[in-house]
């Protein structure tokens, strides 16, 4: 009788997954797929909301801008003025006050001709360009009923120079500040002749020539009541500062402060609805940035930290996505919740 080879038939262990070189190997594995899945995601262009496009009067005093911009920032004080927001949570005693109280030969300008900003001024857009290492040179469009209070007699009287550009009639009120009519309700100002010259007899178009510029005017999804776009890293810098100053401590963590260029518009109609994109070097940096700054709002929630109840519902309200070299945050602030805080004072 053939002997029964108990070794040969007997079943050989399973090596399990919970345990010793499985566990490894599972962790492994778990661990290139996440890598897999979070480069996936920092390379994946994520679905954008639509902008706004410029009106035509607006693209057109933009695209006559000339050479390039550091900064283009815009105002809507009109839509601002007759926003929910303005007429049922403002103020009065701050409806009234000046937006701006500028120094120098402008603001004895605006005080000799009696225009309060945040009322006689409809739309103000305004291009900052640096010269040199400190001069910051720029020129500005307004239109509002300010209009009929700098009128030709008034700028003749009060200006040094009168000068006809480009079939307009010009004023220099001193060396820093000239002046010109571009319609019945619309002004343009610049801080030197050149800039000012420059745009009354327009070579090419600054959309075409500054695509830095048009692309941020393009990120910025809300075009009629506040936007501004930062092609420069100082502007950028600066508007970064302004943006964490409640919190100091925010552009400080992980690579917040690297940020390239800057948009942000806000939207004020039934609420405030904002949003901002950050601009970085690469995707990766982007994809650290939006965590570290997630991780911060977060941490500003947490119940045990000295953060007032009605800013964390505020800070419930903020979304933050990285989108390719974009970090996007977006929020929607209804105005009950506006309506709620008035209540309570």
């Known amino acids: 009788m053939q002997q029964k080879n108990s070794g040969a038939d007997a079943t050989p262990e399973k090596r399990s997954l919970k345990k010793g070189a499985g566990l490894l190997l599972s962790m492994s594995v778990i661990s290139i797929l996440c890598f897999l899945l979070v480069l996936l995601w920092i390379n994946w262009q994520k679905p954008r909301l639509q902008p706004e496009p410029l009106n035509h009067d607006l693209k057109t005093m933009v695209d006559h801008i000339p ?4 900064a283009l920032i815009y105002i809507g004080l009109k839509d601002i003025r007759q926003s929910r927001l303005w007429q049922e949570i403002i103020p009065d005693s701050l409806k009234q006050a000046p937006l701006f109280q500028p120094e120098g030969r402008l603001g004895t300008l605006i005080k000799a001709s009696k225009i309060n900003p945040s009322l006689d001024i409809d739309t103000l857009l305004i291009s900052f360009k640096r010269h040199g290492y400190k001069e910051q040179n720029f020129l500005g469009f307004v239109s509002g009923s300010l209009t009929e209070k700098l009128t ?3 700028l003749k009287t009060h200006s040094t120079i009168s000068e006809n550009i480009g079939g307009h009639q010009c004023y220099a009120l001193d060396n820093s500040l000239w002046l010109c009519s571009l319609g019945t309700r619309r002004i343009a100002l610049a801080n030197n002749k050149k800039m000012l010259e420059e745009f009354l007899i327009p070579t090419g178009s600054f959309l075409q020539r500054d695509s830095l510029s048009a692309a941020l005017i393009d990120k910025a999804i809300y075009k009629s009541y506040l936007w501004f776009a930062l092609p420069s890293a100082a502007w950028t810098s600066e508007a970064l500062q302004s943006l964490t100053s409640a919190n100091k401590e925010i552009k400080t963590f992980g690579n917040l402060n690297r940020i390239k260029n800057l948009a942000l518009s806000i939207k004020l109609k039934n609420g405030i609805e904002a949003q901002s ?3 970085y070097e690469t995707n990766q940096a982007a994809y650290f940035a939006s965590t570290f700054l997630w991780g911060a709002v977060k941490l500003s929630r947490l119940t045990g930290t000295r953060t ?12 933050i996505q990285q989108n390719l070299k974009s970090v996007i945050i977006h929020t929607d602030l209804p105005i009950e919740l506006f309506q709620a805080a008035k209540q309570r004072k």
């Open 67 to 70: 050479g390039k911009s550091d």
């Open 152 to 154: 030709a007699s008034f």
């Open 277 to 279: 994109e950050w601009i």
């Open 308 to 319: 007032q109840a009605q800013t964390k519902e505020l800070l419930d309200k903020i979304q």
